[in-house]
Protein backbone atom coordinates (compact mmCIF):
# COMPACT_ATOMS: atom_id res chain seq x y z
CA UNK A 1 0.00 0.00 0.00
CA UNK A 2 1.14 3.46 -0.79
CA UNK A 3 1.01 6.90 0.19
CA UNK A 4 -1.37 7.39 -2.55
CA UNK A 5 -4.00 4.76 -1.69
CA UNK A 6 -4.52 6.26 2.18
CA UNK A 7 -5.14 10.16 1.16
CA UNK A 8 -8.83 9.26 0.91
CA UNK A 9 -8.47 8.11 4.53
CA UNK A 10 -6.36 10.47 6.25
CA UNK A 11 -8.73 13.17 4.54
CA UNK A 12 -6.60 15.04 1.87
CA UNK A 13 -8.09 17.83 0.66
CA UNK A 14 -8.38 16.07 -2.91
CA UNK A 15 -11.34 14.33 -1.32
CA UNK A 16 -14.78 16.17 -1.76
CA UNK A 17 -16.49 17.42 1.11
CA UNK A 18 -19.93 15.89 2.47
CA UNK A 19 -22.64 17.18 0.44
CA UNK A 20 -25.98 18.68 2.23
CA UNK A 21 -28.81 16.81 1.71
CA UNK A 22 -31.39 17.91 -0.42
CA UNK A 23 -34.98 17.25 -0.35
CA UNK A 24 -37.19 16.39 -3.02
CA UNK A 25 -40.81 16.94 -3.45
CA UNK A 26 -42.88 13.71 -2.92
CA UNK A 27 -46.79 13.47 -4.16
CA UNK A 28 -48.58 10.74 -5.20
CA UNK A 29 -50.91 10.46 -8.46
CA UNK A 30 -53.58 12.84 -7.10
CA UNK A 31 -51.07 15.46 -6.30
CA UNK A 32 -51.28 15.42 -2.63
CA UNK A 33 -48.31 14.77 0.00
CA UNK A 34 -49.02 12.01 2.50
CA UNK A 35 -47.15 11.23 6.24
CA UNK A 36 -47.56 9.66 9.43
CA UNK A 37 -47.31 11.36 12.47
CA UNK A 38 -47.86 9.86 16.03
CA UNK A 39 -47.90 10.86 19.42
CA UNK A 40 -48.48 8.83 22.52
CA UNK A 41 -50.70 6.33 21.29
CA UNK A 42 -52.13 7.85 18.83
CA UNK A 43 -51.57 7.52 14.94
CA UNK A 44 -52.50 9.95 12.17
CA UNK A 45 -52.67 9.40 8.57
CA UNK A 46 -52.49 13.08 7.00
CA UNK A 47 -53.11 13.81 3.48
CA UNK A 48 -51.73 17.74 2.54
CA UNK A 49 -53.12 18.94 -1.32
CA UNK A 50 -53.68 22.60 -2.56
CA UNK A 51 -56.64 24.13 -1.75
CA UNK A 52 -58.97 26.76 0.79
CA UNK A 53 -57.39 25.66 3.55
CA UNK A 54 -60.21 22.65 4.67
CA UNK A 55 -59.33 20.75 7.69
CA UNK A 56 -61.33 17.47 7.69
CA UNK A 57 -60.44 14.98 10.71
CA UNK A 58 -61.74 10.97 10.07
CA UNK A 59 -64.78 12.81 7.87
CA UNK A 60 -65.60 15.96 10.72
CA UNK A 61 -64.47 19.34 10.12
CA UNK A 62 -61.82 19.74 12.67
CA UNK A 63 -63.70 22.20 14.76
CA UNK A 64 -65.97 19.42 15.34
CA UNK A 65 -63.65 16.52 15.93
CA UNK A 66 -61.50 18.23 18.08
CA UNK A 67 -64.18 21.24 20.31
CA UNK A 68 -61.56 22.17 22.45
CA UNK A 69 -59.84 25.73 21.26
CA UNK A 70 -56.16 24.55 22.78
CA UNK A 71 -56.54 21.44 20.40
CA UNK A 72 -57.33 23.54 17.38
CA UNK A 73 -54.14 25.40 17.85
CA UNK A 74 -51.94 22.64 18.35
CA UNK A 75 -53.51 21.38 14.70
CA UNK A 76 -53.15 24.90 13.16
CA UNK A 77 -49.43 25.69 14.71
CA UNK A 78 -47.33 24.29 12.04
CA UNK A 79 -49.37 26.03 9.29
CA UNK A 80 -49.29 29.13 10.93
CA UNK A 81 -45.65 28.96 11.81
CA UNK A 82 -44.91 28.06 7.79
CA UNK A 83 -47.63 30.79 7.18
CA UNK A 84 -49.30 28.88 5.22
CA UNK A 85 -53.10 29.04 6.68
CA UNK A 86 -55.84 28.86 4.15
CA UNK A 87 -53.49 27.40 1.26
CA UNK A 88 -53.97 23.24 1.81
CA UNK A 89 -56.55 21.48 2.51
CA UNK A 90 -55.66 18.40 4.71
CA UNK A 91 -57.59 14.99 4.96
CA UNK A 92 -56.22 13.05 8.41
CA UNK A 93 -57.61 9.59 9.56
CA UNK A 94 -56.48 9.51 13.14
CA UNK A 95 -57.14 6.20 15.99
CA UNK A 96 -55.67 5.21 19.54
CA UNK A 97 -55.12 7.14 22.46
CA UNK A 98 -56.98 10.35 23.36
CA UNK A 99 -58.03 13.51 22.04
CA UNK A 100 -54.97 15.38 23.56
CA UNK A 101 -52.86 12.90 21.27
CA UNK A 102 -54.58 12.37 18.42
CA UNK A 103 -54.40 16.43 17.93
CA UNK A 104 -50.18 15.87 19.08
CA UNK A 105 -50.18 13.03 15.94
CA UNK A 106 -52.30 15.27 13.44
CA UNK A 107 -49.58 18.09 14.11
CA UNK A 108 -46.45 15.98 13.74
CA UNK A 109 -48.24 14.60 10.48
CA UNK A 110 -49.16 17.67 9.05
CA UNK A 111 -45.79 19.12 9.31
CA UNK A 112 -44.09 16.08 7.97
CA UNK A 113 -46.73 16.39 4.88
CA UNK A 114 -45.95 20.07 4.35
CA UNK A 115 -42.47 19.46 3.97
CA UNK A 116 -42.73 16.03 1.74
CA UNK A 117 -45.25 18.85 -0.41
CA UNK A 118 -43.01 22.11 0.52
CA UNK A 119 -39.28 21.08 1.16
CA UNK A 120 -37.76 24.61 1.42
CA UNK A 121 -40.59 24.50 4.67
CA UNK A 122 -38.52 21.85 6.52
CA UNK A 123 -35.89 25.12 8.45
CA UNK A 124 -38.86 26.11 9.72
CA UNK A 125 -40.72 23.85 10.59
CA UNK A 126 -37.33 21.93 12.14
CA UNK A 127 -36.69 24.85 14.28
CA UNK A 128 -39.98 24.96 16.25
CA UNK A 129 -39.75 21.74 16.90
CA UNK A 130 -42.76 19.93 14.62
CA UNK A 131 -40.96 17.35 12.73
CA UNK A 132 -39.57 15.95 16.00
CA UNK A 133 -41.47 12.58 17.21
CA UNK A 134 -42.59 13.66 20.93
CA UNK A 135 -41.43 9.79 22.38
CA UNK A 136 -43.14 10.61 25.80
CA UNK A 137 -45.68 7.71 26.42
CA UNK A 138 -47.20 6.35 29.87
CA UNK A 139 -45.08 4.38 31.49
CA UNK A 140 -45.86 0.60 32.57
CA UNK A 141 -47.54 -1.00 35.25
CA UNK A 142 -44.52 -2.41 37.71
CA UNK A 143 -45.62 -6.10 39.69
CA UNK A 144 -46.12 -4.75 43.63
CA UNK A 145 -46.72 -1.67 42.73
CA UNK A 146 -50.00 0.56 42.81
CA UNK A 147 -49.04 2.01 39.32
CA UNK A 148 -46.20 2.53 37.61
CA UNK A 149 -44.46 3.55 40.83
CA UNK A 150 -46.92 4.50 43.51
CA UNK A 151 -46.28 1.79 46.27
CA UNK A 152 -48.89 0.32 48.46
CA UNK A 153 -49.82 1.84 51.84
CA UNK A 154 -47.18 1.18 53.64
CA UNK A 155 -47.68 -0.60 57.64
CA UNK A 156 -45.00 -0.90 60.11
CA UNK A 157 -47.19 -3.18 62.75
Known sequence: ?????????????????????VYEQKLDAKGRAYATGKRKDAVAR????????KITVNGKDHVAYFARPVLQMILKQ??????????????????GGGLSGQAG????????????????????????????RDAR???RKKYGKAKARKSFQFSKR
Open 1 to 21: MTLEDLGPLKGDATAAAPQAR
Open 46 to 53: VWVKQGPG
Open 78 to 95: PLVTAKREGQYDIVCTVS
Open 105 to 132: AVRHGISKALTRYEPELRGVLKKGGFLT
Open 137 to 139: TVE
